[in-house]
């Protein structure tokens, strides 16, 4: 079982921005893509953003395509979210993961999951 910790969740207005961090085991970190997801109340968690191993390719949904950024940093273990012009549709809890980088526009791929970090962004 994969150990996910999300932080940075935040309750920002429109137009502000917030970066999101996502950390879990070294060994299981360097092995994997890494994507982040989300999901609103009452929606299916939908997936947001990837990366590659050594960060040589990212894909983005087309909600979030030029206002958010995948990073990660494998010497310290973490892949951060960057989102910029947050708006209020953006509102919802935001998960990461970790696999292969062609599995993970599906958020049903995996089994196990943390517990997220909010992010609300009012009008």
């Known amino acids: 079982q994969v150990t996910l910790t999300e932080s940075g969740g935040a309750v920002v207005r429109a137009g502000m921005g917030a970066r999101l961090s996502c950390r879990t085991r070294?060994?299981?970190?360097?092995?994997?893509?890494v994507g982040w997801y989300r999901q609103a109340p009452g929606k299916e968690r939908e997936f947001v953003a990837g990366?590659?191993?050594?960060?040589?390719?990212?894909k983005y949904s087309t909600s979030v395509r030029g206002r958010f950024t995948i990073t990660r940093d494998n010497a310290r273990d973490t892949a951060d979210l960057e989102m910029n012009n947050l708006r209020p549709e953006d509102t919802a809890v935001y998960f990461c993961?970790?696999?292969?980088?062609?599995?993970?526009?599906?958020?049903?791929?995996?089994?196990?999951w943390g517990q997220g970090t909010q992010v609300t962004v009012s009008s």
């Open positions: 993961n970790v696999g292969a980088y062609a599995d993970l526009t599906n958020p049903k791929t995996f089994t196990s």
């Open positions: 070294p060994r299981t970190f360097l092995r994997n893509a």
């Open positions: 990366i590659t191993r050594y960060s040589e390719d990212t």
